[in-house]
């Protein structure tokens, strides 16, 4: 058993991470924190938790605790995955890893120091269709693959209203943007499926100065962008094109992916509407042939429907399995290091009018 101390308790964690390690018999979260003690106690009470903490140090050095999940905003994650380091405890952080690419080579160097698990919650590289994607690819069924194209849709983030109680998203510093969460959480589930970007060119318009703060009548300034336009090589020399464009509509519309091989096409939509790329269960084709996605590759519970919940879940299981067979999970703070890399190659290329850049 897993003992779980969840460190930002309500918002995302509460209806994605919490719900999800109640349905795995690997986990028992045994802790919560918060800044607040108050606030702490309340979600320990609507989650059947038994202690308490105001601030993850606390909780990070309590024994019954093996494992810290870090689900707060990005600027804070640092704090407390070194505060999980020092603990000498495993740690599973939200994506981004930190507020910078800088911040997370340092934490992935200080996670590999510690000789401790860590993992970062990319979804999309434990999704079954991704899984089973990965496996057609890597048999040859379309040969060697030659481009890639996505368009996908990041809405609510990126439009010209932004949802109430979001405004802290405008700010390039929070770290939540069109770009970083759910770009970033695509360019990931691309690299699961083919390979790394080698090199990228990309522009990132804003479209709006300011956006509407859902139906309060107020506006606040934004310094994020709108859409993120990018083409670029990757490892092996497949091209690759990719559309994120933001919206202020309360899901985003479906996804499409194209991947070219030297014999065939591999043509993936989501099943379910308004579903992004990193949590929807996958219809895939290929070269005009549907291929369901083989019930193996589902990794939770199959009551557990496709959204949220079923993906983070799946990232548990694959750090419950790296626990038990005592190696690294998947992806771990290296690899978000890298995705850090790619990130930062897209905002300097875009600032240089387009200028392609290595990433390193």
């Known amino acids: 058993m897993i003992r779980v101390g969840v460190a930002g308790a309500g918002g995302w964690a509460g209806a994605s991470h919490l719900p999800a390690l109640r349905r795995l018999p690997e986990f028992e979260v045994t802790a919560v924190a918060t800044t607040r003690r108050e606030s702490a106690e309340r979600a320990a009470a609507a989650h059947g938790v038994r202690h308490a903490?105001?601030?993850?140090?606390?909780?990070?050095?309590?024994?019954?605790?093996?494992?810290?999940?870090?689900?707060?905003?990005?600027p804070e994650h640092a704090k407390a995955i070194r505060a999980a380091l020092d603990a000498g405890k495993h740690v599973l952080s939200e994506w981004p890893l930190g507020a910078d690419t800088p911040e997370a080579e340092e934490l992935a160097a200080a996670a590999a120091q510690a000789g401790v698990l860590n993992a970062v919650v990319l979804q999309g590289h434990h999704l079954p269709g991704a899984r089973f994607v990965a496996d057609l690819l890597a048999e040859g069924r379309i040969g060697r693959v030659e481009s890639l194209a996505l368009?996908?849709?990041?809405?609510?983030?990126?439009?010209?209203?932004?949802?109430?109680?979001?405004?802290?998203?405008?700010?390039?510093?929070?770290?939540?943007?069109?770009?970083?969460?759910?770009?970033?959480?695509?360019?990931?589930?691309?690299?699961?499926?083919?390979?790394?970007?080698?090199?990228?060119?990309?522009?990132?318009?804003?479209?709006?100065?300011?956006v509407a703060v859902g139906d309060t009548g107020r506006t606040v300034p934004n310094g994020v962008p709108g859409q993120v336009l990018l083409h670029g090589l990757l490892e092996g020399g497949a091209s690759a094109s990719v559309t994120v464009h933001g919206g202020g509509a309360p899901a985003p519309d479906p996804f499409h992916l194209r991947?070219?091989?030297?014999?065939?096409?591999?043509?993936?939509?989501?099943?379910?509407?308004?579903?992004?790329?990193?949590?929807?269960?996958w219809a895939i084709d290929l070269s005009g042939e549907p291929l369901p996605v083989p019930d193996a590759y589902r990794t939770v519970p199959a009551d557990l429907p496709a959204g949220p919940v079923a993906s983070v879940a799946a990232v548990y299981a694959e750090v419950a399995r790296a626990v038990a067979e005592d190696r690294p999970a998947r992806p771990d703070f290296a690899t978000a290091a890298r995705h850090h890399r790619l990130l930062t190659a897209i905002e300097e290329s875009a600032a240089d009018g387009g200028v392609t850049k290595e990433i390193p």
């Open 53 to 74: 903490f105001a601030g993850v140090e606390a909780m990070a050095a309590h024994p019954e605790v093996d494992l810290v999940v870090v689900s707060v905003k990005a």
């Open 259 to 281: 991947i070219v091989g030297e014999r065939g096409t591999l043509t993936i939509t989501p099943v379910q509407p308004g579903m992004y790329l990193n949590w929807a269960d």
């Open 151 to 210: 368009v996908a849709s990041g809405a609510p983030l990126g439009g010209g209203r932004i949802p109430e109680g979001m405004e802290w998203s405008t700010d390039p510093a929070g770290g939540t943007s069109l770009l970083t969460i759910m770009a970033g959480h695509s360019l990931a589930t691309l690299d699961r499926l083919v390979a790394p970007f080698t090199e990228v060119s990309a522009r990132l318009p804003r479209h709006h100065d300011r």
